[in-house]
């Protein structure tokens, strides 16, 4: 096999000919004064990577519960990108990049981020023209995860939707979490939990809701279901493709999979024929009930790591796009978990956050770096954080933390509430909650737009001030963010806090508060709880 060595300054590139390629090595000296973005929106906290980072990351098998990517952008307009996955190393000032069976591909576009990214979207991931359901950004959603657990019923399902409307909150899409199903892979209704799921989606459809149902990859086993699947060939299978007992009427032998709810089998969607059978259950409940969408959970790249065996040849990322790619036949979509789906019309929403002021402060960075990776149609987790463990005693709520969370969601692509806010908080709290919900709403129509404008130049609808702003040593500023090119959003994060710094680039800036404030400096406003600070630029 032969090699060839390309050098970059004094750094080598190793790179094995395309033809018969397996892996690639690459080292970057960092300029000075640049910063790195990319690879894991669950890091963007963590980023920008600078000449002091000393951090790895690896992405074969690992999207940490999130969006992946396999791309890198600097500040300087340099770029890397691979079509699998990539391990970085940022080790003060010097990037090493390598892969297990792909070319890497390293550039310069331009001098900094703006034409880095702009480079990335034409040729790495450009969109296709399609967005996800326009209600998704246009008015608040609503998961029943918080409230209902592992208890989702139509009664409560029902009170829940009733109570969005009595406390005044539009509704929008509302979305039923996992439960509501009689086990996973029989995608039906619990008869013993929804005595007409027909006539309640109906009555939800009547109150102005959108209703999605959330589902997953995994088959309990030991079911009908399970051992008609696995006797038709369409689950994973152990490395151990036989054994001597026969398994579920076959001998081939499923691979059980530990995830957060136990042990299952997991689809192989490699395979058209369980692709089929999938989808075929999904449109049973979109025809049967009147089902609008799915939120799509699980799919994660580190399930798939202990050499599961598919009906095509696959690394375990693939299985995560495997997934994705159902969500694209229903515009009604989210996802938590993916790979390589940027420019898609696929809602992409954060992990869960807990219910802390330290989870409250990665919201930001956290969507800027979905945004940097090409993800546009974005959701900030659940407000207050979605681990319900968190809310199992109203006394250990942190209001300021919930309204707070609100806040920032306002002026995101997308809000979600789970908790439900009149339930938890004190009147006047639960009011700036609603205000908020009410100024997504009226902000909605202009977030569809840039989601439409992004389908069609890879633009995002929520960007760090470093892309909307480049060479403006804006590169570390992690609290605020632009919506589109003219509205910049500037949320409190911490608590007790009521006044904060603003960073305004050139121009005339229109305060919420009406103020005309002339740009290119740092300001300080007040910003009492009932404020969410936003200037909109003066052309």
């Known amino acids: 096999m032969k090699k060839k060595i390309v050098v970059i300054g004094l750094i080598f590139i190793t790179s094995i000919n395309t033809f018969s390629q397996k892996a690639d090595s690459l080292a970057i000296k960092m300029i000075k004064g640049e910063y790195w973005w990319g690879g894991l929106s669950t890091e963007g906290h963590n980023t920008p990577y600078d000449a002091t980072s000393n951090v790895t990351h690896d992405l074969w098998g690992n999207n940490e519960g999130n969006q992946a990517q396999p791309i890198l952008l600097s500040s300087k307009g340099r770029y ?129 809701f959108m209703v999605m149902l959330w589902v997953c990859p995994f088959i ?54 369980a692709k089929k059978w999938f989808k075929d259950r999904l449109d049973h409940l979109v025809n049967e009930y009147g089902i609008d969408g799915f939120k799509f959970d699980a799919g994660d790249a580190d399930f798939y790591v202990n050499d599961v065996v598919s009906y095509k040849s696959a690394i375990p990322n693939d299985h995560t796009a495997f997934f994705a790619e159902i969500g694209l036949d229903y515009p009604l979509n989210e996802y938590r978990a993916s790979w390589k789906m940027a420019g898609l019309p696929l809602t992409q929403r954060l992990r869960d956050k807990g219910h802390n002021w330290a989870d409250l402060q990665k919201l930001i960075p956290d969507q800027m770096s979905q945004s940097l990776m090409g993800y546009a149609y974005t959701c900030p987790d659940m407000i207050g954080g979605g681990e319900y463990g968190s809310f199992m005693e109203i006394s250990s709520i942190d209001e300021e933390l919930v309204v707070r969370s609100a806040q920032v969601h306002a002026l995101m692509p997308m809000m979600q509430f789970s908790v439900a806010p009149w339930r938890v908080l004190s009147k006047e709290n639960a009011k700036l909650c609603l205000q908020a919900a009410q100024l997504h709403d009226k902000m909605g129509s202009l977030i569809l737009e840039l989601a439409k404008q992004a389908s069609i130049t890879g633009e995002p609808i929520v960007k760090p001030m470093a892309l909307a702003f480049p060479d403006s040593g804006y590169e570390t500023i992690k609290d605020q963010f632009m919506l589109g090119e003219n509205i910049l959003v500037a949320p409190v994060v911490e608590k007790g806090v009521y006044k904060r710094q603003v960073i305004l680039p050139k121009g005339k800036w229109k305060g919420d508060d009406g103020k005309i404030i002339k740009g290119n400096q740092t300001i300080e406003i007040d910003a009492p709880i009932s404020r969410i600070p936003f200037f909109t630029k003066i052309n």
């Open 80 to 208: 890397v990108w691979s079509d699998n996955p990539i391990k970085y190393y940022f080790n003060n000032g010097l990037i090493k990049i390598t892969t297990r069976n792909s070319k890497i591909i390293f550039g310069k576009a331009g001098n900094n981020l703006q034409d880095a990214y702009k480079y990335a979207v034409t040729n790495f991931f450009p969109p296709n023209g399609k967005i996800p359901e326009a209600q998704l950004f246009t008015h608040p959603q609503y998961n029943t995860w918080i409230e209902l657990i592992y208890n989702q019923n139509q009664e409560d399902i029902l009170k829940y939707a009733q109570g969005i409307i009595d406390n005044g909150y539009p509704p929008g899409v509302l979305m039923i979490d996992d439960n509501w199903q009689e086990n996973y892979g029989i995608w039906d209704f619990s008869p013993r939990r929804f005595k007409n799921p027909k006539a309640m989606v109906k009555k939800l459809h009547d109150m102005g």
């Open 220 to 273: 309990s086993p030991d079911s009908e279901v399970f051992r008609y699947l696995a006797k038709e060939g369409m689950l994973l299978l152990d490395p151990q493709k036989t054994q001597d007992v026969l398994w579920a009427n076959t001998q081939n032998k499923a691979a059980i999979i530990r995830w957060w709810n136990g042990a299952s089998a997991c689809l192989d969607l490699s395979n058209p024929k």
